[in-house]
């Protein structure tokens, strides 16, 4: 039971991470030229990748709701993904190209919420089979 609520409560915070990011991402990508001056110093790339992640952000939600077993391994395949985006940032960056802080806070908190989906539902899914 347990296992149930904690699944239920990271698939509404799936959702809800999905539609704000496709909001936010598509307000900045679609919004215009005054959407865009306010977000500042946009790394294309993150931006494109953060804006169609949240479409499958709010899928994995759903399949984590309906207890799909694919889900389990879509979140592990986000975690992933943005691990290889954020390193690709950090090359950005590096390489002495213009960013905003806020992406690399916007990027951690992406990695640490879907590490952390992938690890509990992995170990969730674990209990129920064993």
Avoid at 17 to 30: K, N, P
Avoid at 42 to 69: E, H, K, M
Avoid at 102 to 129: D, E, H, K, N
């Amino acid at each position: 039971m347990r296992h149930r609520r904690l699944l239920a409560v990271l698939a509404a915070l799936a959702i809800a991470f999905g539609a704000l990011t496709v909001f936010s991402g598509g307000r900045v990508l679609f919004g215009g030229a005054e959407a865009r001056a306010a977000a500042g110093q946009v790394v294309g790339f993150v931006l494109w990748f953060n804006f169609l992640a949240g479409f499958a952000y709010a899928a994995v939600g759903l399949g984590l709701w309906r207890r799909r077993r694919w889900a389990v391994r879509g979140a592990a395949l986000l975690a992933l993904l943005t691990a290889i985006i954020a390193a690709l940032f950090g090359l950005h960056v590096l390489d002495g190209g213009a960013y905003e802080l806020r992406t690399v806070g916007a990027l951690t908190l992406r990695l640490s919420f879907w590490s952390a989906v992938a690890v509990i539902t992995r170990r969730a899914a674990q209990s129920t089979t064993a």
